[in-house]
C-alpha cells in the first residue's frame, strides 16, 4: 500500500525556524514527484510546490518561493518543508501528497500553530 | 497563474440527487489537465479525478468528470450520505498547479 506520513503538530513562536516530514513507503520513492499543499484554517487548497527525490529537483509556486525550502532524503524515503523565520501566518495545515500533476495518495497532514 | 474559479460556493441538496458542479479557468487548461478532489472535515482530501474525466483507482461510477478547455464540471449522479463534502479541482496544465476554492456540497 502506498503510504505517506507525517510528522506531528507543532506549535511555535514567530521567528523560529521549523522543519517538517513526509516519509513515503509503499512504492519507489525515488521515481515519483511529492508536493506541499497549504490549507490555512477555513480555507482553500494552496499548491507550494514540489521535489523529485531522485536528484532533488525543486519546482516553487511563486507565492512560496522564497518563503519556504523543499527537500528530500532519498536516502531515508523522506521528503521536507521547512522554514527559517515563521510567522503567524504560517499557521495553517500542510499536506504533502505523491505525484508531480495530480495528487495521490495524500499525507494525514501536519497542522502548525505560530503563535507569541 | 491559471485562476480556478468554482460554482457555486455551497450546493445544497438532498441524498439521491444529481449534483453538477462547476470550475472554470482563467486560461485554457492544455491537454485537460484537471483533477478533482473531496475533503471531509478533518481529513486529507482524496483524489476522484484526473485527465478531466478518468476516474481514480476505487472511486465510484457515480462521480464523473467533464470538460475542456477553461470549463470542467464534476458530475454526481445520485448523492449518497457520504459524498457531502467539499470539493476542489486542480489544474496541472501550468506551473503553478493551482487549485480553486472548493464547493461545499452540504444536505438540504
Redo the contacts between chains.
Sequence with gaps: EVQLVQSGAEVKKPGESLKISCKGSGYSFTDYWI?W?RQMPG?????M??IYPGDSDA?????FQGQVTISADKSIGTAYLQWSSLKASDTAMY?C?KGG?????????TLVTVSS | ?IVLTQSPGTLSLSPGERATLSCRASQSVSSS?L?W?Q?KPGQ????LI?GASSR?TGIPDRFSGSGSGTDFTLTISRLEPEDFAVY?C?Q?GR????????TKLEIK
Design positions: 508536493g499543499v480555507k482553500g487548497l494552496e499548491w510546490g514540489i519546482r516553487y509556486s511563486p507565492s499536506y501528497a500533476s495530480w495528487f495521490d495518495p495524500w499525507g494525514q497532514g | 497563474e489537465y483533477a478532489y475533503q486529507a482530501p482524496r483524489l484526473y481514480a476542489s486542480q496541472y506551473s503553478p498547479y493551482t487549485f480553486g476554492q472548493g
